[in-house]
């Protein structure tokens, strides 16, 4: 069965903080990871990752993914109130079927 | 472009009431999907399409049926309404016509709420 797993399930922080999250894998046939940020209604895409070890960045966040060890990690620095949401990771398998792990729910706090 | 749309947006049901939830989509997207959000789960899989007059079970499909007549459109049917249905529905829609593409982003609409009492 696939699976992914993100953790921690919920942060809570202070604005100018550095946070990292954390998704691990374990799916038949991988082809991307995808992470996405969750505030009050849909997800917004945030970055797809398919190759290890190359770092994908905009602005504040970044991410980067290890094939050997299943896992990924999305980093956010220089945390702000607006970063507050669910941030949700999932794996493409195929079909272009997304399997999406349970989200961790960060809260800055100002 | 309104890119993807749900209606309702929220809708409270009795136990063995009936209902289709409407999703649409103005991007010419080929695949369209139904995803149910529960506290602590992540979004699960429904049902997906991967084009007009197709239809394919996800990781959660019974007690819901789909339909797509037109490719713009994709339906979420409950013929017989479950408390354990009580949840967040989202519909999401990508373009992907290749299977040996990675997948385009998958767009989400805002969901719909579903009380089942």
């Known amino acids: 069965e696939d699976k992914v797993v993100q953790s921690p399930l919920s942060l809570v922080v202070h604005e100018g903080d550095t946070v990292t999250l954390n998704c691990s894998y374990e799916v038949t046939n991988f082809r991307s990871l995808l992470w996405y940020k969750q505030e009050k209604k849909a997800p917004t895409f945030l970055f797809m990752l398919?190759?290890?070890?190359i770092e994908k960045k905009s602005g504040r966040l970044s991410s980067i993914l290890d094939k050997k060890e299943l896992f990924s990690i999305l980093n956010i620095t220089a945390t702000q109130t607006g970063d507050s949401a669910i941030y949700l990771c999932a794996v493409e398998v195929n079909g272009n079927k997304l399997v999406f792990g349970a989200g961790t729910i960060l809260r800055v706090k100002s | 472009n309104a890119g993807v749309t749900q209606t309702p947006k929220f809708r409270v049901l009795k136990t063995g009431q009936s209902m289709t939830l409407l999703c649409a989509q103005d991007?010419?997207?080929?695949?369209m999907y139904w995803y149910r959000q529960d506290p602590g789960m992540g979004l699960r899989l429904i049902h997906y399409s991967v084009g007009e007059g197709t239809t394919a079970k996800g990781e959660v499909p019974d007690g819901y049926n789909v339909s797509r007549l037109k490719k713009q459109n994709f339906l979420l049917g409950l013929e017989s309404a479950a408390p354990s249905q009580t949840s967040v529905y989202f519909c999401a829609s990508s373009y992907t016509p290749d299977s040996f593409r990675f997948t385009d982003t998958q767009y989400f609409g805002p969901g719909t709420r579903l009380t089942v009492l």
């Open positions: 398919t190759s290890s070890g």
């Open positions: 991007m010419n997207h080929e695949y």
